[in-house]
Each structure stands twice: as C-alpha cells, then as structure tokens.
T-cell receptor
Framework: GENVEQHPSTLSVQEGDSAVIKCTYSDSASNYFPWYKQELGKGPQLIIDIRSNVGEKKDQRIAVTLNKTAKHFSLHITETQPEDSAVYFCAARGSTSNTGKLIFGQGTTLQVKP | DVKVTQSSRYLVKRTGEKVFLECVQDMDHENMFWYRQDPGLGLRLIYFSYDVKMKEKGDIPEGYSVSREKKERFSLILESASTNQTSMYLC???????????FGPGTRLTVL
C-alpha cells in the first residue's frame, strides 16, 4: 500500500541553526505534500504544503522542496527558535483520494536548544 | 477560525467497556477523519467520512466503528475496548475538495 517514510525520528539543534527533515513516498502518482506541526498538548496544524507541479516553496523561515523523480520531499527550517520545538509530520495525498485522505509519516521530534 | 473539539482530553476505561469518542466541527466541513497517534508510528487513519451517514475504512479499522448522523459530528466507537487501543486519538475535518485538515486537540485514552 501507500507509504511515507520520515527521518530522522528526533532532531536536536542549537538556536539559530538550520533543521532539515526528510520524507520519501511510495505512490508516484501522489500530488500533494503537506507538513504539519504539533505543539505539546495540541493537535497538528498545517504549516506549509507543496504540490507536484512545484519544486520548492518558501514561507519566511520555512521551506519545502520536492524531488518527484526520487519521490522525496524535505522541510527546511532556518534560524531556528525555541518555539520551533515540536513534532513535525510530513504527509502525502494518495493518487486515488478524492476526499483529502492523507498518508502521514512517523513524525520528527525537533528540539531547539536556547 | 475553524474549530474542532473533542469531548474529552483524557479518558480511562476498563477492558471490555464500550467507549465513545465524540468530535464536533463548526465549519460545515464535508470530510471528517479519525486517527490514532502512537510513538514511532505517526498518525494512522482509522475511519473517515465524506458526507453524513457515509463512512470509509482507513488503514486500521479493526476494533473500531464510526457514526456520522449529523454533518458537524463524527463519533468513534470502540465496541469492546482492549489494552492495545490505549493511544492518542485525533479527529480532523476538511472542506470538500480542499486539502487542509484541521485537527482537534486529541483524546488520550487509557484502557486498563
């Protein structure tokens, strides 16, 4: 079945450094790739997404890149701040989905040390 | 702002009990989802619904059922709770044809 693999499972960086989280997907027909951030005690919230017709998208300190040939996409956070500490999930929308069904990765716990 | 609420933040039940988890959204969304979140496994889809009284199995439906009698409410039912159903349960909703899912805060269920 469709699968999304996410690495690393945990990531610790110093404040101000960059953080990169990578995901690979199995369904070559997937066309939508969101990233969600889950803060402690809260549900996940969408922070950025990319579609298959775009290679890169930026929003202030966060960016996402997509390599369709290799079937992987990455989240880049620059100038990390303590409030970036959270669990991050990547996801992919399966090709057969017309109801917004997403396949999520395993999650990455990011810790930004002050 | 979209708001998704879940009936309980924490719940403790006994093995064999019937458990109801309720989710309500206030944005007239067509699609609603139930996930469970476990460390190292991410979010796994249990069931989803794209319309009132409609439901589809997700990736791990065994041991669960759902009910959607009204558009704003989606209930997850554990017919006979077991210890391996101890988990964080997240509800989400999205508008028909839209991509963004909005999540509730989650219910941490412990089955003893």
């Amino acid at each position: 079945g469709e699968n999304v693999e996410q690495h690393p499972s945990t990531l610790s960086v110093q404040e101000g450094d960059s953080a990169v989280i990578k995901c690979t997907y199995s369904d070559s027909a997937s066309n939508y790739f969101p990233w969600y951030k889950q803060e402690l005690g809260k549900g996940p919230q969408l922070i950025i997404d990319i579609r298959s017709n775009v290679g890169e998208k930026k929003d202030q300190r966060i960016a996402v890149t997509l390599n369709k040939t290799a079937k992987h996409f990455s989240l880049h956070i620059t100038e990390t701040q303590p409030e970036d500490s959270a669990v991050y999930f990547c996801a992919a929308r399966g090709s057969t989905s017309n109801t917004g069904k997403l396949i999520f990765g395993q999650g990455t716990t990011l810790q930004v040390k002050p | 702002d979209v708001k998704v609420t879940q009936s309980s933040r924490y719940l403790v039940k006994r093995t064999g009990e019937k458990v109801f988890l309720e989710c309500v959204q206030d944005m007239d969304h067509e699609n609603m989802f139930w996930y469970r979140q476990d460390p190292g496994l991410g979010l796994r889809l249990i069931y989803f619904s794209y319309d009132v009284k409609m439901k589809e199995k997700g990736d791990i439906p065994e041991g669960y059922s759902v009910s959607r009698e009204k558009k704003e409410r989606f209930s997850l039912i554990l017919e006979s709770a077991s210890t391996n159903q101890t988990s964080m349960y997240l509800c989400a909703s999205s508008a028909g044809g839209a991509d963004t899912q909005y999540f509730g805060p989650g219910t941490r269920l412990t089955v003893l």
